[in-house]
């Protein structure tokens, strides 16, 4: 069963460009969040979906940033206009629709984003 | 809200010997989950121990083990026989409780960088 998948690895941008961040969750599992670690930081929670729903946005800039989990294909995290303060590692994690292990969380290896 | 606090910035330690890496946090929930993540220089994040505020015991994982003191809000973890692959950023995290399925978004510490001298 393979792990989280994200893509890219290592995204470099300059300001005011686009940057799109894709996440693959494991495989039967319905739910994705969205995490992003800034240098010699801990990871901060950004939002959480399931297929065709935000279900929580809380930690989401009011601006700039999107997010979304269609019912086919990977979870897209956007982000317009780039600017400096968003280079970071963006983690994506998922987890089953299972009420016995509705806890557990798998990561990805993250998108490592550059903003030049 | 939830915060959680790592006051070990950094710690080092020998090789073989154990290491108690602690975690406070504060919430008002009764219901919920603490977690110790490790991320290696790969910054993979690794799920190490989990520990359901609802249960007294203690959890334990081969080498690693936790004392949870619910009244205190304290989660340490406790590493045994220290080895050189544990040379990593460890950190504590706090999830709410939820009832519908799924889970819920995970509240960081700032992390601890461990480091395991040979």
């Known amino acids: 069963n393979a792990g989280v998948m994200q893509n890219p690895r290592h995204l470099v941008r300059r300001r005011g460009q686009e940057a799109r961040l894709r996440c693959s969750p494991m495989k039967g599992h319905s739910h994705v969040y969205w995490y992003r670690q800034l240098p010699e930081e801990g990871l901060k929670f950004m939002v959480y979906?399931?297929?065709?729903?935000?279900?929580?946005e809380s930690g989401m800039p009011k601006e700039r940033f999107s997010a979304e989990f269609p019912k086919e294909g990977p979870s897209i995290l956007r982000i317009q206009q780039v600017v400096r303060g968003d280079s970071a590692a963006y983690f994506c994690?998922?987890?089953?629709?299972?009420?016995?292990?509705?806890?557990?969380?798998?990561f990805g290896p993250g998108t490592r984003l550059t903003v030049t | 809200a939830q915060t959680v606090t790592q006051s070990q910035p950094e710690m080092s330690v020998q090789e073989a010997e154990t290491v108690t890496l602690s975690c406070t946090y504060d919430t008002s929930e009764n219901n919920y989950y603490l977690f110790w993540y490790k991320q290696p220089p790969s910054r993979q994040m690794i799920l190490v121990i989990r520990q359901e505020a609802y249960k007294q015991q203690n959890a334990t994982e081969n080498r690693f083990s936790v004392n949870f003191q619910k009244a205190a809000k304290s989660f340490s973890l406790k590493i045994s026989d220290s080895q050189l692959g544990d040379t990593a950023m460890y950190f504590c995290?706090?999830?709410?409780?939820?009832?519908?399925?799924?889970?819920?978004?995970?509240?960081f510490g700032k992390g601890t960088h461990l480091i395991i001298q040979p």
């Open positions: 995290a706090f999830m709410k409780g939820s009832s519908g399925g799924g889970a819920d978004g995970l509240t």
């Open positions: 979906l399931q297929k065709e729903n935000i279900i929580d």
């Open positions: 994690a998922s987890s089953p629709f299972d009420r016995d292990l509705f806890y557990e969380q798998y």
